[in-house]
Structures are given as structure tokens and as C-alpha cells.
């Protein structure tokens, strides 16, 4: 490696700053420029729905590194600059003050960003989006003032702030015409406990409801539903999916198709460009598919996996999704990945919201969620990425450890 050499990493995000790092810890010793359109240093995006957003942790807790940090490590930071075009034929990214930067090694870690609503009102004040600081100050200066959000789509965006404007008091009702929260990922079995969970709170669950338009004067006042009702509120927040930010390398020329498209190391289809995190639609070896994660986990592990494809390692990104949501007193972690399934299986009673849920095809766990439940996710990984055959009495028994499922003879669990 000579130290004439220039990676350079678009995105400063949580994949990007974690690449950058890797790098430095791998002992590359060249120039490493890390680009990011927002004028904050890398932070992580999971407290902006819950402990940030109810003012319960301040910024330093949030940002991926000290404030020194990059300059200690001879990292370029380029804040506040978007790169508005590549050309991967000369190497040469340009960035929105005209900067050119030729690079011998790029890293995309652009990510994603909200899918808009594109209905009558949505651009009225107080329709918010969440997905920044910036988003997350805004919002939590609404919740500040009190009164009664109506909240757009019941996914993990839409939850989590539910449940956090309910926690500061808020009146809160949640919209989706799917039946349960959170349908797509858990189907209905599971996604009823969240309904309920939310329900107890206090939130108004309106489930098979979609939203027509938003009226107001100016401001938001009511949102019309599918079924012809008008809510009033004060103001409203839209979760309803992220559209990975593609189309700096679709303009390149680089294969784009839901995301970026990368093989198993993180390689696109341009030769020394790479990308990594909810940007990468990457060929994922245990599936034999590509799959687009949009994680935490994800961004935190792929940025540095992508970083050492870049130094000449041949380790494939094989980790199995990972996720976790923090919602009132319910924590839960999911592992793996389910298309589709064809039973669920509990271990413990989710009455008590402390329970592990498997989803099953035939006699193979796809993916867990334990919910106030910890320290189990290693064994559940295990089960899932060694393709473990299970017995549904077993797993669906408190008393059998899951370190000890597929340990017997025979190849079939105890
Ligand atoms: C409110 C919220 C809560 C979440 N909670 C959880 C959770 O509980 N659990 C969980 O697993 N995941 C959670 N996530 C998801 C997780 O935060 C994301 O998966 C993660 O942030 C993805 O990181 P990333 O590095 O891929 O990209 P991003 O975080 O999207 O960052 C990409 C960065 O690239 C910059 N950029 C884009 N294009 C350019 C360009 N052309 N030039 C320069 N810069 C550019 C953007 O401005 C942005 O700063 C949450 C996300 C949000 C928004």
C-alpha cells in the first residue's frame, strides 16, 4: 500500500464513518476523504426516534466518534459537500463547490432517505419526516408543545415515535391500512402484539386505514382517511418506508436496481467502487440472493467489511440481519431474515412481553425475535445460519436452553 493513494468514502454516515476507521486500523496510510452533505459529523440514526427525540440523551451521545477523532486520524472531512457526480472512467468525483476529487478507491455509503406521501396537503406545515438531526430537533420542539399527533404508517419509524410522543404525553393515533404494525416484516401473529402494546399505551391503533389528504390552512389541522373520517390534530409524522439514495452511481452508469448492486464483497459493478449499508443491495452468500438491509447493524458492519475489500481482503459479508427497536418497556432483537414463513412458534407466553418468536419453513428457523429477552441472540443465529432442524414442541419449551437445540443424535432437536 503507498501512501499516494487516495479512498475517498461519500456518505457520512454511520457505514462511512465506520469504513473510515477500518481503514486506519487496517493500516492503510494513504489520503482517506470522507464526504457528507449534512454539516454534522457521522452520528447514529436509532436514538433519533426514541431517547433523543424524548430530549433524554444529547448530541454527544450520538455521534459514531469524538469530536477529534477524525483529525487524529488524518481523515479529510468534507461536511456540508455533496457529490454531485462520478466518473468512474477517470476516477474523478465532483463535488457541489466544484471541488474534483480523484480517488483510487470509492466507497458509496449514501443510504436512504424518506419516501415522500405525494397527496392533497402534503406539503402543508407540520407534515413532518424523520430521518436527520435536524428532522428529530424538529419534531421533538412539536412534541415539546404537546397536543395530538397523528402518525402515518405503522412500521418501525411510525412505532417508535408513537411510542415515544405518548411517553411525553401526546394524544397519538397511527394510521396504516395494513391490519397489524409492523405486518411486512412479523405477519399478523406478531404484529397484533405490537397493536396491543401500543393499544395499552393509550395510542388510537386505526389499522386498516390509509390517509386521503392532509387540510389545513396553512399548517396541518386534520388528515382525511380512506374511510371517509377527518381527525383532527396538531400536527402529523409520515413513516411509510425509505428509498435507498441511488442516483449518484445510477448516474455514473454503475448497476443500480433497489439499491446499489454489490456482489458478496461489496464490489459494484464498477471496478474500485464499492457501497455499503442501507444504500447496498448486496448478494448475500447464506440466502443466495441479494438482499437490501436497512439496519444499524447493517451500516455498522458492511461499512467496515467494504473497507477491507478495499485493502485487498477476500472475506465475503456474510452476517445474518440483525435488527433491534425499543418501544416503551418492550425491547426486542430480530434476527435473520423471513420472506416468508409458514408457522410461528412462541417460546413464552407474549402475554407477558417477554417471549421469543420463531418463524419456521418446514422444520427450519428463518428468523427469532426475542422481546425482554437477552443474550440469546448468538444461539438464534446459530439455529438460522446452521440450518438447524427443529422440533416446534422443543423450541416452544422455556426449560430446553436454545444452545442446546440440535445437539442431540439423530440430527433432530431434543
Ligand atoms: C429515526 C431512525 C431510527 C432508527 N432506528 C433503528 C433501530 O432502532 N434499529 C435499527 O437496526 N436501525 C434503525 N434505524 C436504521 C439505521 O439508522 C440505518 O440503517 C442507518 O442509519 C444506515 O446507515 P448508512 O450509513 O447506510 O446511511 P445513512 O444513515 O442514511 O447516511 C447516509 C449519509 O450519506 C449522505 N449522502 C447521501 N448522498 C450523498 C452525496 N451525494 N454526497 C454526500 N453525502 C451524501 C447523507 O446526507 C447521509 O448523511 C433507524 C433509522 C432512523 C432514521
Not at 439455529?383 to 427443529?390: A, F, G, Q, Y
Amino acid at each position: 500500500m503507498t501512501s499516494r493513494q487516495t479512498h475517498v468514502i461519500v456518505g457520512a454516515s454511520l457505514a462511512g464513518a465506520k469504513a473510515a476507521e477500518t481503514l486506519r486500523e487496517e493500516g492503510f496510510d494513504g489520503r482517506v476523504v470522507l464526504v457528507g452533505s449534512e454539516d454534522k459529523r457521522p452520528y447514529e440514526r436509532p436514538p433519533l426516534s426514541k431517547n433523543y427525540l424524548r430530549g433524554e440523551v444529547g448530541r454527544e451521545k450520538v455521534y459514531v466518534h469524538d469530536e477529534g477523532y477524525y483529525a487524529e486520524h488524518d481523515i479529510e472531512l468534507r461536511l456540508g459537500r455533496t457529490a454531485v457526480s462520478l466518473d468512474t472512467s477517470s476516477s474523478e468525483l465532483e463535488l457541489d463547490d466544484g471541488a474534483l476529487l480523484r480517488y483510487d478507491r470509492l466507497l458509496l455509503t449514501t443510504g436512504a432517505e424518506p419516501r415522500r406521501l405525494s397527496i392533497p396537503g402534503a406539503e402543508l406545515d407540520g407534515v413532518l419526516y424523520l430521518r436527520s438531526f435536524q428532522d428529530s430537533d424538529t419534531l421533538r420542539e412539536r412534541l415539546d408543545r404537546g397536543g395530538a399527533v397523528i402518525v402515518v404508517g405503522a412500521g418501525w419509524i411510525g412505532t417508535e415515535v408513537a411510542a415515544s410522543a405518548r411517553q411525553r404525553g401526546l394524544e397519538v393515533t397511527v394510521l396504516d391500512p395494513a391490519s397489524v404494525p409492523l405486518e411486512r416484516v412479523m405477519g399478523t401473529e406478531v404484529g397484533a402484539i405490537y397493536s396491543d402494546i401500543h393499544t395499552d399505551q393509550g395510542v388510537q391503533m386505526l389499522m386498516g386505514t390509509g390517509v386521503e389528504a392532509f387540510e389545513g390552512d396553512g399548517a396541518v389541522e386534520r388528515v382525511r382517511t380512506s374511510d371517509g373520517r377527518e381527525l383532527e390534530c396538531d400536527f402529523a409524522v409520515v413513516g411509510v418506508g425509505v428509498e435507498p439514495r441511488t442516483w449518484l452511481a445510477a448516474q455514473a452508469g454503475i448497476a443500480v436496481d433497489n439499491g446499489i448492486l454489490v456482489d458478496e464483497h461489496l464490489q459494484t459493478s464498477a471496478p474500485g467502487v464499492f457501497a455499503a449499508g442501507d444504500v447496498a443491495n448486496s448478494h448475500h452468500p447464506f440466502y443466495g440472493e441479494r438482499i437490501r438491509v436497512e439496519h444499524w447493524a447493517n451500516a455498522l458492519n458492511q461499512g467496515p467489511a467494504a473497507a477491507r475489500t478495499m485493502l485487498g481482503h477476500d472475506t465475503p459479508y456474510e452476517r445474518l440481519p440483525y435488527f433491534f427497536s425499543d418501544q416503551y418497556d418492550v425491547g426486542m432483537e430480530y434476527s435473520g431474515f423471513a420472506r416468508n414463513w409458514d408457522r410461528v412458534i412462541f417460546r413464552g407466553d407474549p402475554a407477558t412481553r417477554e417471549f421469543v418468536a420463531f418463524w419456521l419453513v418446514d422444520d427450519r428457523i428463518v428468523a427469532g425475535m426475542n422481546v425482554n429477552v437477552w443474550d440469546v441472540t448468538d444461539p438464534i443465529k446459530r439455529l438460522i445460519s446452521e440450518r438447524v432442524t427443529v422440533d416446534d414442541r422443543a423450541l416452544s419449551d422455556p426449560d430446553l436452553p436454545l444452545e442446546e437445540l440440535g445437539h442431540v443424535e439423530n440430527g433432530s432437536v431434543a
